[in-house]
């Protein structure tokens, strides 16, 4: 089994992938958000 080496690997992918979801995360809080207040300006 190889020596593992700190920092060697390609995390490309992963940090492609992390930045994606926290992309896709902001923009569903921010949606859900503003839903919340339209409905409490509109429904109440």
């Given at each position: 089994m190889a020596d593992h080496k700190?920092?060697?690997m390609n995390i490309t992918a992963q940090e492609n992938t992390f930045a994606g979801f926290m992309?896709?995360?902001?923009?569903?809080a921010i949606w859900i958000i503003v839903l919340l207040i339209l409905m409490a300006i509109f429904i109440t």
């Open positions: 700190h920092g060697e992309k896709w995360s902001t923009w569903t």
